[in-house]
């Protein structure tokens, strides 16, 4: 049992990292190990789990299904060692979390020392990025996502609620006149990248209703920070997190487009793996998030 244990664990890291090297790094095993523990797998099973190619490497069917049932699994098995190793009620260990930098610099690092006062035996390990991929690529525990979310394979808490607004530099409404939602259809957007339909959406008036606008996407990003830059350089209209431009809302360096109209509010979110078992510095975190971000 303990082989095949080992042997399932190398199989799982080299489908999470998708490369064998990067598992064996991580499980702190040679390259040609981990190949033979996935080989004996194989073996053990009479079938095929992993194509590997010169460029990736992809899942059978078969291949996917053992990872489907034994993800969870092996997920349960290390929290349960955890808390027996470190105590039922023990909070401690290296948490690794993340978030999008802005997000994070606005509202998270200001209040980490106040969590780690409190959890002095917890390590923490903060990147700053915000995609779902990255519980499983890069091994986090928790990921804190803006945005509403899609459905997803992951679990969630809603931590927060915040405004989104669009917005553009005086010099280009000057070329770019907008009195009114439909002129949205034809000027030059900036995108975020990370969302599906970035230059579709909803404005709400409390009289007039609802209307849809669909403009071009000229430009583009995955970064708030990037956006705001473009904007404040008249390369289009964006939308944004208030929080992000309400300095320059207020000194005038943006303008604040329609203001009769609304978007819709978004959410922030912690999201964490679908697991029968969350290790006890993960519930700790999500609660320290929940009193200081929760409104």
């Not at 606008?213 to 000229?218: A, D, R, S, T």
Request: hydrophobic residues 40%; contains cysteine.
């Amino acid at each position: 049992m303990h082989t095949h244990l080992n042997r399932v664990q190398t199989f799982l890291a080299v489908v999470d990292f998708g490369s064998y090297t990067k598992a064996a790094n991580y499980l702190c095993i040679s390259k040609a190990m981990a190949s033979l523990h996935v080989k004996a797998l194989e073996e053990v099973l009479s079938a095929t789990l992993l194509i590997r190619n010169t460029r990736n490497i992809s899942l059978t069917e078969i291949g996917q299904d053992f990872y489907d049932e034994f993800k969870g699994i092996v997920a349960d098995i290390d929290n349960a060692f955890e808390n027996v190793l470190h105590g039922h009620n023990r909070i401690s260990g290296k948490l690794r979390f993340s978030s999008t930098s802005e997000y994070g610099e606005r509202y998270i690092l200001p209040i980490i020392s106040k969590f780690t006062e409190r959890y002095p035996e917890i390590r923490l390990c903060y990147n700053f990025n915000s995609s779902l991929n990255d519980l499983v690529a890069e091994k986090l525990d928790l990921v804190i996502r803006l945005g509403n979310l899609a459905d997803s394979a992951f679990k969630s808490r809603k931590l927060a609620d915040y405004e989104i607004v669009l917005v553009a530099s005086p010099d280009f409404l000057a070329r770019h006149p907008v009195g009114e939602p439909l002129d949205l259809n034809s000027v030059p957007w900036i995108a975020n990248s990370n969302l599906q339909g970035p230059t579709n959406w909803t404005l709400s008036h409390p009289q007039l209703g609802q209307v849809e606008v669909n403009g071009p996407n000229h430009f583009e990003s995955n970064s708030s920070t990037a956006i705001r830059a473009m904007t404040l350089s008249s390369l289009g209209v964006s939308v944004l997190p208030g929080w992000v431009v309400e300095d320059d809302l207020a000194s005038g360096r943006l303008v604040r487009l329609l203001p009769d109209y609304v978007l819709p509010s978004q959410s922030v979110n912690v999201v964490f793996p679908n697991s029968s078992h969350l290790p006890h510095k993960s519930r700790a975190f999500i609660d320290f998030l929940l009193l200081h971000l929760g409104q």
